[in-house]
């Protein structure tokens, strides 16, 4: 099958959704290439956090192998409030001529396709979002999102074969919202890949050594934008009171400001602050060595489908109390904490370190999961197949 993901942004190197469906599509033998745009998306202070690894925002046009997946990044005409306007993208897809379009995100280039198909050009359209909450907060946003369901009803909802929600909430935003009719709407959940993210003890051995951390010690690991938004703010507070026997340290393997940093160490006793390691963003290919070398992962805010991945290196898992976490964690694998609440989290975190013979369990559980439920293989062959049924 000759299946085409349209994107805004691309970034291979980090991961995400849209480059692991890609690769295990291509795995199963599938012809398949990415079409996106010619920058990165423009992440939130973009210097201090992405540039180190991605370079500059602005990465140019043409055809290049990226990660091992066949990439068109065209030229953009216009980019307003992360949407950009792909120049060409029409004859690029007609000269294609895929079986299968995968649109990633509503609000990207979904319009411009489900307007191609209506032509008459024969291929199947799937279109996924996130997103589950919308704004009214004036009169003007309230037109607004009247309009945009308006137009999704007309020119989307007759051509699209499927859209896939990758929560039950965003699913129902879909059908409540936008009013896209139940039938053709399809939940898919996110997943991790279970060949790249297994526990490897030597790699574990290799890394505690080189942050100098004893085997007796715990390990507490977050990966992910350092800021306020993801809840590392709260992680840190919960480390700074929290009661274990053993030595604790807190990894964060990921960028933010300077200030950030040096407010996020401030929040903490002078006892405790050699023990916040701060490490920069890494390439996706190798943070299995970081899930493999720490003892529980913590994610305090929101949800992240690095959960998963921890879960896949057989980690036990804290989040916070909402659905999409509950649902990652269901098999026993980890434990979620009241959101916001760093003495509750400090709890959790506290009764994880002090028994050990359970975070073993949680990690087998964790693993478990991945392979029966939460791996990309599985994810891969769902959004292939749900077009045609």
């Known amino acids: 099958m000759r299946i085409i993901h349209v994107i805004n942004y691309f970034q291979p190197i980090l991961g995400y959704q849209e480059t692991f469906l890609a690769k295990e599509q291509i795995k199963a033998n599938h012809d398949v290439s990415v079409i996106t745009s010619d920058r990165y998306y423009p992440f939130p202070r973009f210097k201090e956090t992405y540039r180190q690894l991605l370079g500059g925002r602005k990465c140019g046009k043409g055809f290049r192998i990226e990660e091992g997946i066949p990439t068109y990044r065209l030229p953009t005409l216009f980019e307003i409030r992360c949407r950009v306007w792909l120049i060409g993208l029409e004859e690029l897809i007609v000269k294609i001529k895929p079986d299968l379009i995968i649109s990633h995100a509503i609000l990207s280039s979904s319009f411009r396709l489900a307007k191609l198909k209506a032509k008459g050009y024969k291929f199947k359209l799937i279109v996924d979002d996130h997103l589950d909450v919308y704004t009214k907060k004036d009169f003007i946003g309230k037109l607004y999102y009247k309009w945009r369901k308006i137009r999704t009803q007309k020119y989307l ?19 409540n919202e936008t009013g896209i009719p139940k039938e053709k709407i399809e939940y898919i959940h996110l997943a991790s890949d279970s060949d790249l993210f297994q526990f490897n003890e030597k790699k574990r051995k290799e890394l505690r050594n ?26 840190v507070s919960a480390f700074n009171i929290m009661n274990a026997k053993s030595k604790v340290y807190l990894l964060l393997v990921g960028d933010g400001t300077p200030e950030l940093k040096n407010k996020l160490i401030s929040m903490v006793k002078d006892e405790n602050k050699r023990n916040i390691i ?12 970081f899930y493999s070398a720490a003892d529980i992962c913590i994610w305090a ?29 269901s098999n026993g694998n980890g434990l979620t904490y009241e959101t916001g609440n760093y003495e509750d989290l400090a709890a959790k975190i506290s009764y994880l370190c002090m ?5 073993q369990e949680m990690g087998r559980k964790g693993r478990e999961l991945i392979e029966k439920e939460f791996s990309w293989k599985i994810i891969s062959k769902k959004f292939t197949e749900c077009a045609f049924t």
């Not at 080189?210 to 992680?235: C, E, F, H, Q, R």
């Open 278 to 289: 701060f490490h920069p963003f890494v390439p996706t290919t190798e943070l299995s060595k």
């Open 210 to 235: 080189k942050l100098k951390i004893t085997d007796s010690a715990i390990l507490l690991l977050y990966t992910g934008k350092i800021n306020s938004d993801k809840g590392v703010d709260v992680l």
């Open 355 to 359: 028994n050990d013979s359970l975070r």
């Open 301 to 329: 805010k929101e949800t992240s489908t690095s959960m998963l991945d921890a879960a896949s290196c057989g980690r036990p898992v804290i989040g916070c109390d909402i659905p999409a976490v509950k649902e990652r964690l």
């Open 157 to 175: 909802v007759p051509w699209v074969d499927k859209f896939v929600g990758v929560t039950t909430s965003t699913c129902q935003f879909f059908e």
